[in-house]
């Protein structure tokens, strides 16, 4: 089973910036899919941001030019380093990681929440 764990998340101001890490106990090279979701109080879990295994990037519209997404995979490492951050930007983000190359199932960390205040 492979685990995921998030760290990095908190408080922070609008126009702030967090980085966001997920730790793998798998080898992450062996996904094709590598990503971040985020789901925020009463609302669904949506797409945030995704690296193929070949180092494609694609981020959700909202986030784009704000956030990118990076990954070391000698260390089984996803980062997302989210800057100007807004109050909608709040919510709890997940890592996942999927073997298929589009999201059916995977693997889901526990979540970090983050916080923008006004």
């Known amino acids: 089973q492979v685990q995921l764990v998030e760290s990095g998340g908190g408080l922070v101001q609008a126009g702030g910036s967090l980085r966001l890490s997920c730790e793998s106990s798998a080898s992450i090279s062996s996904f094709n899919l590598m990503g971040w979701f985020r789901q925020a109080p009463g609302k669904q879990r949506e797409f945030v941001a995704h690296?193929?295994?070949?180092?494609?990037?694609n981020y959700a519209d909202s986030v784009k030019g704000r956030f990118t997404m990076s990954r070391d995979n000698d260390k089984n490492m996803l980062y997302l380093q989210m800057n100007s951050l807004k109050p909608e930007d709040t919510a709890v983000y997940y890592c996942?990681?999927?073997?298929?190359?589009?999201?059916?199932?995977?693997?889901w960390g526990q979540g970090t929440q983050v916080t923008v205040s006004s």
């Open positions: 690296i193929t295994r070949g180092g494609t990037t």
């Open positions: 996942r990681l999927e073997t298929r190359t589009t999201w059916v199932r995977g693997y």
